[in-house]
């Protein structure tokens, strides 16, 4: 063999051997490097982990305690629980030695409570602040005991130093947490879901209110990332703003700002309840102008004050913000009431000079007065047959300042109607309901448009617990707001609800159709793609014809006495169904008939089939419809000037 031929030979040895090389270094890749345990819980103890407290008792469970109390799927590991502990034991931590963060997941099993998210949890911690979170559990009020995979995607941390925390701060038995083999990971079991551009989201509803998430990279990291919301809390009208807020489970209040009701800036949450040591629940938002409460330094700078009591319903504090709420601050002499109730609705009584307070609990509502905020008198006229989340407000009766009437809402959305004189309020028709769906819940309006345009304008929680946004980083949404009036009906007054004429604001195409008559049997195609609309028409349904709109794969049905959403319960009107005006988002329907006589809220799962109507058992007159694109609420999110 030649010398060229031996060089050539070993040069292709070579190049075989670094090919084989580089395809074992990517085969490794591929594979993921090897699992780093954060915490296995072999042993009898916790080792090197820092406990606070007793819940978790003094070491891992055994196998014999796991069967006990049916924590399954433990896989080999040891379990760290708050279920076994026999005593009540609140402040209750393990905390990890600090480690670096080496993969781009943190994986893990965990179930427990979900009742109890905001203090049965597990934390990731940077610097001592919380970063992530998770939580067991499927729904308010239920709990798994089986342990169940998850995930942190943490790939923006790697190199950072962290430590991981099981929290149970439960108390009475409310809550607890199971957690076991806690491993930093290239593959999880479980990966955290996809996420899409912000408001971009498959699901995400384009008008209707959303929670965004908090993340690492924004300027308070102590926000866990979460996209959930549930009660609305006290909305209020302030120097040509509107706020919003709403309740995270009773982590914190959700805050979000508004020049017109459609577009919104979601701020950092209002307040959060890692500042107090406790949960805090539902409440309500005053500006106090006239500085009653001495809270700020200027009558010039009146507070914007919020109350809110703690997860345990003992006590009604307050904390107050001087800068258009967008910091706040704790009243250092919290509570300013120690009362066993909870969702505190707080508005000013002109005509007495007088604050008042409503609480809910034991079936009623307990009526409180004050002259500044902070000192509080039950005046003992309870209002028995109640629910949670009260609002109350005073409205005219056909528009007429002269005929003030009195507006209980309770939270399931049965409202009455009566006279109220800052102590007692005397009801004058029996409970209605406010909004016939099944996804309608929590409702406030808004206070003090009176140094606005005046309307009361409501909006409610689309409540669903689970399975509404499937695969989506957020969960719930709210309604559409909408404005009430009060009028005389041949029942008595009645609340006519329609959506805020805002909504104009984001119309796009429009198609409309007059004196269109429509024989048995016979469809009309509106539209053949898209998934936002806004429907207003009015109609002549004979007795025996049935008109249906199909909307995104939804069927809401119309006949001459009211109509019907999907298989929900029939919502009658007085008289004939004359007038529909119909919102559609991604995921809801919003129904109005005859000008806001009736109406109900829907959530669906879109298909991606159009709009259309079908006429059936008798001919149907169109005398006029009108169908809009609904622009994305969201184009210029992040690009909108707000109060400083």
């Known amino acids: 063999m030649s010398v060229n031929a031996m060089t050539t030979t070993q040069a292709f040895r070579k190049l075989l051997v670094f090919i084989n090389a580089i395809l074992a270094l990517a085969w490794a890749q591929a594979q993921g490097a090897e699992d780093i345990v954060v915490g296995d819980f072999a042993g009898p103890g916790f080792g090197s982990w820092e406990a606070t407290g007793t819940a978790f008792g003094t070491g891992p469970a055994t196998r014999a305690l796991l069967d006990q109390f049916g924590i399954g799927n433990s896989r080999g590991s040891g379990v760290v629980t708050s279920k076994a502990r026999k005593n009540d034991a609140p402040a209750s931590t393990l905390t990890s030695p600090a480690f670096r963060i080496e993969r781009p997941y943190i994986s893990f099993l965990i179930s427990g409570q979900a009742a109890a998210q905001h203090n049965c949890c597990l934390n990731l911690l940077l610097d001592g602040r919380v970063v992530k979170s998770a939580s067991g559990g499927l729904a308010e009020g239920g709990s798994t005991d089986r342990l169940e995979a998850n995930s942190w995607d943490v790939s923006a941390l790697l190199g950072k130093e962290a430590r991981v925390q099981i929290l149970d701060t439960a108390s009475g038995g409310s809550g607890c947490i199971n957690v076991a083999h806690i491993v930093q990971t290239d593959h999880p079991e479980l990966r955290p879901m996809v996420k899409a551009p912000l408001y971009q989201e498959a699901l995400r509803p384009q008008f209707h209110f959303t929670a965004r998430q908090w993340t690492v990279d924004k300027p308070n990291p102590q926000r866990t990332e979460e996209g959930w919301l549930n009660d609305v809390n006290g909305p209020i009208y302030y120097d040509g703003e509107y706020h919003l807020f709403a ?13 017109d009701l459609v577009h919104w800036t979601e701020l950092e949450p209002a307040f959060w309840e890692a500042t107090q040591g406790s949960g805090l629940q539902s409440g309500t938002c005053v500006i106090d102008y006239a500085n009653t409460s001495g809270l700020s330094p200027t009558k010039e700078t009146p507070p914007m004050v919020a109350f809110w009591p703690t997860w345990d319903n003992k006590t009604q504090n307050i904390a107050y913000s001087l800068d258009h709420g967008r910091s706040w601050k704790f009243y250092d002499k919290n509570p300013v009431l120690v009362h066993p109730e909870r969702d505190p609705k707080v508005f000013w009584h002109e005509p007495t000079q007088s604050w008042v307070m409503i609480l809910y609990g034991q079936d009623q509502y307990h009526i409180f007065t004050s002259k500044n905020l902070l000192n509080w008198e039950d005046r003992h006229s309870a209002i028995p047959n109640s629910h949670e989340c009260p609002d109350m407000f005073p409205l005219p009766l056909d528009g007429d300042k002269t005929k003030m009437k009195w507006v209980l809402v309770r939270g399931n959305g049965k409202y009455s109607i009566g006279d109220f004189d800052g102590v007692k309020f005397i009801e004058q028709t029996p409970q209605i309901a406010s909004d016939s769906g099944p996804n309608f819940y929590a409702a406030q309006t808004w206070e003090n448009t009176n140094t606005g345009d005046g309307r009361r304008i409501q909006i409610a929680w689309m409540q669903q617990y689970s399975g509404g946004y499937p695969n989506m980083p957020f969960n719930q949404q709210l309604t559409f707001p909408r404005k009430f009036t009060l009028r005389s009906t041949a029942a008595g007054p009645r609340i006519f609800r329609e959506p805020i004429k805002e909504i104009a604001l984001l119309h796009g195409v429009e198609n409309d159709w007059t004196n269109h008559d429509l024989a048995a049997n016979t469809r009309l195609v ?41 298989s929900d319960a029939k919502v009658p009107v007085s008289g004939e169904l004359t007038h529909v005006d119909i919102l559609v988002d991604r995921t809801s329907i919003e129904a109005f008939a005859n000008h806001g006589e009736a109406s109900l809220s829907r959530l669906i799962l879109p298909e991606n089939e159009g709009v259309w109507l079908e006429c059936r058992g008798g001919p149907v007159t169109l005398q006029s419809l009108k169908v809009f694109d609904v622009d994305s609420a969201w184009k210029e999110s992040g690009k909108r000037e707000s109060k400083p």
């Open 247 to 259: 309740q995270r489970w009773a982590k914190c209040w959700i805050h979000a700002v508004s020049p």
């Open 526 to 566: 509106l539209r053949t793609k898209g998934e936002t609309f806004h429907l207003q028409a009015d109609v002549r349904i004979p007795e025996g014809s049935a008109l249906t709109f199909r909307l995104c794969g939804a069927s809401l049905n119309l006949t001459h006495a009211g109509m019907q959403c999907v």
